[in-house]
């Protein structure tokens, strides 16, 4: 089995900075996919960021230009930095790992319990 514990959430204040950790622990040969997902009260879950095994990152076009994500693959880690926070991305946090190759053979897609981000005005 493949665990996802997810760190680093809390309050901020408009303009203010958080950085989010996910680490994945099992058996794990490789992870394809790494990224973080949100969901706020009353609204869909939305991606956020995504990086390949390889590097390439994608980016929501509401965090483009003020969130980072990075990745420790020697860890099995995936980082979100968070700068220029709104009240508007206040939701809790989701870390995914996608095509998650295990000792077994086995292929698993995972996702951690969630984050609480929170941004005042």
């Known amino acids: 089995q493949v665990q996802l514990v997810e760190s680093g959430g809390g309050l901020v204040q408009a303009g203010g900075s958080l950085r989010l950790s996910c680490a994945a622990s099992g058996s794990i040969l490789r992870i394809n996919t790494m990224g973080w997902y949100r969901q706020a009260p009353g609204k869909q879950r939305e991606l956020v960021a995504v990086?390949?095994?390889?590097?390439?990152?994608d980016y929501a076009d509401s965090v483009k230009g003020r969130f980072t994500i990075s990745r420790d693959g020697a860890k099995n880690t995936v980082y979100l930095q968070m700068n220029s926070l709104k009240p508007a991305d206040t939701a809790v946090y989701y870390c995914?790992?996608?095509?998650?190759?295990?000792?077994?053979?086995?292929?698993?897609?995972?996702r951690g319990q969630g984050t609480q981000v929170t941004v005042s005005s």
């Open positions: 990086i390949t095994s390889g590097g390439s990152t």
């Open positions: 995914n790992a996608d095509h998650v190759l295990v000792v077994d053979g086995r292929w698993y897609d995972c």
